[in-house]
T-cell receptor, first 116, second 113 residues
Framework: GAGVSQSPSNKVTEKGKDVELRCDPISGHTALYWYRQSLGQGLEFLIYFQGNSAPDKSGLPSDRFSAERTGGSVSTLTIQRTQQEDSAVYLC??????????????FGSGTRLTVV | GENVEQHPSTLSVQEGDSAVIKCTYSDSASNYFPWYKQELGKRPQLIIDIRSNVGEKKDQRIAVTLNKTAKHFSLHITETQPEDSAVYFCAASFSGGYNKLIFGAGTRLAVHP
């Protein structure tokens, strides 16, 4: 597609429920990232997928968080047993590489997750 | 560990003045340094980037400088306008040749008419 698509745009869930957030990257972009942005805060790295390599999961805050990327395209971020501190905007981004050089991310509009 | 520090956290200027935001990074292998602008309620958008093989890059009123020795890079906005008001994030690539970006905490810029 023309941009990075995320769904849903807003999600309100009860504490203890599981949620799934979806990201559809720009066609042809080999790298996909998930970041979390709490209200008025910066961008916290969660996980990174690059082609067929093993994902970099070093930013996941707990084992309640997991992510998959199927077929090198769409990714799903799953949060199990949600807690109130999980409330944030979850941003997905994708990027490509040209002749071995990185170039900048394109972000999606994010999913605003509210745990009540 | 991987770290990017950004200063100041808030910046207030008069329209027409210049604004400078500074960042330092910890990984000497970092080779890509983008800057993002995030307006209220919107997604971050790339405004300018610089690679480690150059020291300065300019795009109209925006410029970025890089000092690899000091592991320091800066964003310069000249002739600021009210529409420049936003949160600005610097970032640095980590993990060698990969494209993983670590972001600074952000600078909230307010340009007053």
């Amino acid at each position: 597609g023309a941009g990075v698509s995320q769904s849903p745009s807003n999600k309100v869930t009860e504490k203890g429920k599981d949620v799934e957030l979806r990201c559809d990257p720009i066609s042809g972009h080999t790298a996909l990232y998930w970041y979390r942005q709490s209200l008025g805060q910066g961008l916290e790295f969660l996980i990174y997928f690059q082609g067929n390599s093993a994902p970099d999961k070093s930013g996941l805050p707990s084992d309640r968080f997991s992510a998959e990327r199927t077929g090198g395209s769409v990714s799903t971020l799953t949060i199990q047993r949600t807690q109130q501190e999980d409330s944030a905007v979850y941003l997905c981004a994708s990027s490509g590489r040209d002749r071995g050089l990185n170039y900048g991310y394109t972000f999606g509009s994010g999913t605003r997750l509210t745990v009540v | 560990g991987e770290n990017v520090e950004q200063h100041p956290s808030t910046l207030s200027v008069q329209e027409g003045d210049s604004a400078v935001i500074k960042c330092t990074y910890s990984d000497s292998a970092s080779n890509y340094f983008p800057w993002y602008k995030q307006e209220l309620g919107k997604r971050p958008q790339l405004i300018i980037d610089i690679r480690s093989n150059v020291g300065e890059k300019k795009d109209q009123r925006i410029a970025v400088t890089l000092n690899k020795t000091a592991k320091h890079f800066s964003l310069h906005i000249t002739e600021t306008q009210p529409e420049d008001s936003a949160v600005y994030f610097c970032a640095a690539s980590f993990s060698g040749g990969y494209n993983k970006l670590i972001f600074g905490a952000g600078t909230r810029l307010a340009v007053h008419p």
